[in-house]
């Protein structure tokens, strides 16, 4: 199952970018989705998670308040709108599908995962 992630670059520090993440219908669209970073020489981390219909969402503490996922099921695209970006920010960004209809922050509860798009943010 492949998953396309796309929709990163280099940007200065506050600025925005979305990501986007193309995934398979009959792999996506019943299960929860989520986000994921690896910054150089640090362990892959969670950022977002959503459940399969949208209606929940969670978060890593360090981008609540400017990072929001979402998704559109009728596209098989996921999103991650990512606003007043930091330096900290800057990693490669993984999306993922869930095992079940909800999923939360562990990797272990995503089954296919994406490429990655990396993102830079500049000082």
């Known amino acids: 199952v492949q998953l396309q992630a796309s929709g990163g670059g280099l940007v200065q520090a506050g600025g925005s970018l979305r990501l986007s993440c193309v995934a398979p219908?009959?792999?996506?669209?019943?299960?929860?989705m989520g986000w994921f970073r690896q910054a150089p020489g640090k362990e892959r981390e969670f950022v977002a998670s959503?459940?399969?219909?949208?209606?929940?969402?969670d978060y890593q503490d360090s981008v609540k308040g400017r990072f929001t996922i979402s998704r559109d099921n009728a596209k098989n695209t996921l999103y991650l709108d990512m606003t007043s970006l930091k330096p900290e920010d800057t990693a490669v960004y993984y999306c993922?599908?869930?095992?079940?209809?909800?999923?939360?922050?562990?990797?272990?509860?995503?089954?296919?995962w994406g490429q990655g798009t990396l993102v830079t943010v500049s000082s």
């Open positions: 959503i459940s399969w219909n949208g209606g929940n969402t």
């Open positions: 219908r009959r792999t996506a669209s019943n299960n929860a």
């Open positions: 993922a599908v869930g095992l079940r209809p909800y999923a939360g922050p562990s990797s272990n509860a995503y089954r296919y």
